[in-house]
């Protein structure tokens, strides 16, 4: 038993797969809708692609111009996610899977 060989399941390409976290085409297609849906945000925001420095720039310049009337709007928006957030945290909790010791 000491000297048994077992071989390991491991192919050719596995360093790869490990380095990607997956198949090249399922991470490429993890990829490219992650793009996309960040490049949805970030134009919601206000960002161009073409010209990322200067919507960065317009940003900050946007939220300083703003002032105490920004720390308003973060608030805002903290209690509108907290309300959908915490209960349904709390409620996961709640009625979440034992966790064994």
């Known amino acids: ?7 390991l399941p491991a ?5 790869l797969y490990r380095f990607l976290g997956g198949s090249p085409l399922a991470v ?4 490219i ?3 996309i ?4 945000v970030l134009a919601a925001i206000g960002f161009d ?10 940003l900050f310049q946007r939220i300083w111009d703003l002032g105490f009337d920004a720390i308003n709007w973060l608030w805002r928006y903290f209690l509108l996610g907290a309300v ?4 349904i945290w709390f ?6 899977a034992p966790r064994g010791r």
């Open 37 to 40: 849906l960040v490049g949805v």
């Open 1 to 7: 038993m000491a000297n048994d060989v077992r071989d």
């Open 84 to 87: 959908i957030v915490l209960p």
């Open 28 to 31: 490429t297609f993890r990829l």
């Open 91 to 96: 409620l996961s909790r709640l009625f979440g």
């Open 49 to 58: 692609p073409w010209n990322i420095i200067n919507s960065i720039r317009l």
């Open 11 to 15: 192919a050719n390409h596995d360093g």
């Open 33 to 35: 809708l992650l793009s």
